[in-house]
């Protein structure tokens, strides 16, 4: 069965520094995965996503995520934090365009 | 491109009637639509798995004569929540994707109902 771990509800950054949401998943197929951000009140808006291309995904608003399968990792970085990236972020695994299962959420805290 | 909306964003009901949630693909056929609920601060649940012109899929434990799902056209799902108890209140988000595309899900913006 497909799960996702995301490690830790919070994360605080300064602004300007990176940041770094981190993600473990678990499939019994090479997995689909996602990362989306919520902000409040709102719906999710899709980050990026791997499909089996290129390890390292280039998203929207300068965020990246590299797939680790050895690690089964895929982890959201962004090198400079702004303050508009509070939000709350979503990591997801889906097998072979089956349905999405979300991680519990990371929030993201930038510090002025 | 690639928009989903809701309608109503919000809404406050009395308990024992019921409300009805409408998503629209705007700009592209949606084979496939799924209705998630999500409490306060947790992630997203899926509560069904709606195909055009089918019968919906329902997650376990999810009452399907409560939360009834329409797929009545590409660009139209509803959600019904019958007889509305305040335990139902919650934001309410559907996803749609097309045909060949599965992988991808496109969110609309979500619905909070409140149940009094």
């Known amino acids: 069965a497909q799960s996702v771990t995301q490690l830790g509800s919070h994360v605080s950054v300064s602004e300007g520094a990176l940041v770094l949401l981190r993600c473990n998943y678990s499939s019994s197929v090479p997995p689909y995965l996602f990362w989306y951000v919520q902000y409040p009140n709102q719906g999710l808006q899709l980050l990026l996503k791997?499909?089996?291309?290129?390890?390292l995904v280039k998203g929207i608003n300068g965020f990246e995520a590299e797939f680790k399968k050895s690690e089964t990792s895929f982890h959201l970085t962004k090198p400079s934090a702004h303050m508009s990236d509070a939000a709350e972020y979503f990591c997801?695994?889906?097998?072979?365009?089956?349905?999405?299962?979300f991680g519990k959420g990371t929030r993201l805290h930038i510090l002025p | 491109g690639a928009v989903v909306s809701q309608h109503p964003s919000w809404v406050i009901c009395k308990s024992g009637t019921s409300v009805k949630i409408e998503c629209r693909s705007l700009d592209f056929q949606a084979t496939t639509m799924f209705w998630y609920r999500q409490f306060p601060k947790q992630s997203l649940m899926l509560m069904a798995t709606s195909n055009e012109g089918s019968k919906a899929t329902y997650e376990q434990g999810v009452e399907k004569d409560k939360f009834l799902i329409n797929h009545a056209s590409l660009t139209l799902s509803t959600l019904t929540v019958t007889s509305a108890h305040p335990e139902d209140s919650s934001f309410y988000i559907c996803?749609?994707?097309?045909?060949?595309?599965?992988?991808?899900?496109?969110f609309g913006p979500g619905t909070r109902l409140l149940v009094l």
């Open positions: 996803s749609a994707s097309e045909q060949g595309l599965q992988e991808t899900q496109y």
């Open positions: 791997y499909t089996s291309a290129a390890t």
């Open positions: 997801a695994v889906s097998d072979l365009g089956d349905k999405i299962i």
